[in-house]
Structure formats: structure tokens, C-alpha cells
């Protein structure tokens, strides 16, 4: 069992920045890959980031692609998103993922096997 938890969410104004923090407890956290989603109101969950269990691979949606950025620290068993330049439409409720290593899947929330509560992310105009 992997137990996550996300913080750093809030209220911020369009151009800010804010970075979300998942703290994961339980089997090992740097063998596998970890992911970032969001759904926003009224839609489904949506692929935001990803990376591998050594940091060397990183993934992104073509959305946040040059504002979002994944990183992992294993020895404090964290992985962060670093959001700049947030827009309007990034408001969402914000979900850290876990599951195995690989790449195969990795856009898809059914191919993660433990997930946090989420923490709130909204972006006034």
C-alpha cells in the first residue's frame, strides 16, 4: 500500500504560480512512477504530468507543456508540480498518482493504482 497526500493548492490570480507537494508513505516510493491529474468542474480527470522513479523521464500534457514542472526528491518520498503562468482554465481539483515503473500507460488514470484526495487549484481572472 502507498498512502499520498497533496498540499500547496489555493487560491491564486491568472500569471501566478503555485507548487502542489504529494508526500508518499508506505512500499517503496522511488521504484515506481508517479503522476499528476486534475478534474476540472463538471469534466473528467485529466492527465497533467508525470516521471519516472529515477527523475531522469518526464512527461506532460501539450496544455501545460512549458509552465508545468514535475520533479521527485526520493530520499524525502515527495514529488512536487511547479505551476507557472496558471490560466483560468487550470482550475481543477489536483490528484497525485502512483504506480509501477514503465512508461506504458502513463496518460491514462486507470493505469495508477493509488491516488490522493486532491487539493484545489483555482485561478481567478
Known amino acids: 500500500q502507498v498512502q499520498l497526500v497533496e498540499s500547496g493548492g489555493g487560491l491564486v490570480q491568472a500569471g501566478g504560480s503555485l507548487r502542489l507537494s504529494c508526500a508518499a508513505s508506505?512500499?517503496?516510493?522511488?521504484?515506481?512512477?508517479m503522476g499528476w491529474f486534475r478534474q476540472p468542474p463538471g469534466k473528467e480527470r485529466q492527465f497533467v504530468a508525470a516521471?519516472?522513479?529515477?527523475?531522469?523521464?518526464?512527461y506532460s500534457a501539450d496544455s501545460v507543456t512549458g509552465r508545468f514542472t514535475i520533479s521527485r526528491d526520493n530520499p524525502k518520498n515527495t514529488v512536487y508540480l511547479q505551476m507557472n503562468s496558471l490560466k483560468p482554465e487550470d482550475t481543477a481539483v489536483y490528484y497525485c498518482?502512483?504506480?509501477?515503473?514503465?512508461?506504458?500507460?502513463?496518460?491514462?488514470?486507470?493505469?495508477?493504482?493509488?491516488w490522493g484526495q486532491g487539493t484545489q487549484v483555482t485561478v481567478s481572472s
Open positions: 498518482a502512483a504506480r509501477g515503473s514503465g512508461s506504458s500507460g502513463i496518460y491514462h488514470p486507470t493505469s495508477y493504482d493509488y
Open positions: 516521471i519516472s522513479w529515477s527523475g531522469g523521464s518526464t
Open positions: 508506505g512500499r517503496t516510493f522511488s521504484s515506481g512512477t
